[in-house]
């Protein structure tokens, strides 16, 4: 055997070991990648239910409850728009490898929070007349609920989420996509080869 046959020999080994290596480091990186996509989908929903669940609690100078109000009551649908074409921007960016797109999912999450922070927070501690049915104009306290909350923090998972997508390139959004059912893509050749 001669001295450069035994050379490619010993280095066979390493490359398959890197090649290993190579790949537990991709299937770690889409991995990871996939729970930041999974993170933007739990804040939308979460920004969504805001919606929809108690705001805020009007009360009165005796702290009694004289009516809930919902976020969507108060600012209509914009959060709910934002929360929608956030997931959207999300599914084209990982199946189009879009960094746009995660771009667009940062600018929704920083719509959210803002939301939150302009329309919906002043009003936590204002007082005001309220018309309640049958007693007429009494003064009313706004006192935050739990849906004023999950407004927050849906916006910043959201937020947070999109911006550690953020650092992917084109190619590892696209892994992030389910993966081609068994029998289709890449199959090996018994020697070892990949065939397409």
Request: charged share 15%; no cysteine; proline share 4%.
């Amino acid at each position: 055997m001669s001295p450069a046959s035994d050379e490619a020999g010993r280095d066979r080994p390493a490359t398959r070991r890197t090649r290993t290596a190579d790949a537990e480091v991709g299937r770690a990186t889409a991995g990871t990648a996939r729970l930041g996509a999974v993170t933007v989908l739990l804040g939308v929903l979460i920004a969504l239910l805001s919606q929809f669940v108690t705001g805020y609690s009007l009360v009165d100078e005796t702290d009694a409850v004289i009516t809930n109000v919902t976020l969507l009551d108060t600012h209509g649908l914009i959060t709910t728009v934002f929360a929608v074409v956030a997931a959207g921007a999300l599914v084209f960016a990982v199946f189009a490898g879009s960094r746009s797109a995660v771009a667009v999912v940062v600018a929704m999450g920083i719509g959210i929070v803002l939301v939150f922070l302009i329309v919906d927070l002043p009003d936590v501690g204002e007082t005001g007349f309220f018309i309640a049915p049958g007693v007429g104009n009494i003064d009313a306290t706004g006192q935050g609920s739990a849906g004023l909350w999950m407004e927050l923090v849906g916006g910043l998972v959201v937020l947070l989420g999109a911006a550690a997508l953020a650092r992917l390139d084109g190619p590892r959004l696209r892994a992030i996509a389910p993966s081609a059912p068994a029998g289709r893509g890449n199959s090996r050749e018994p020697g070892g080869r990949e065939q397409n």
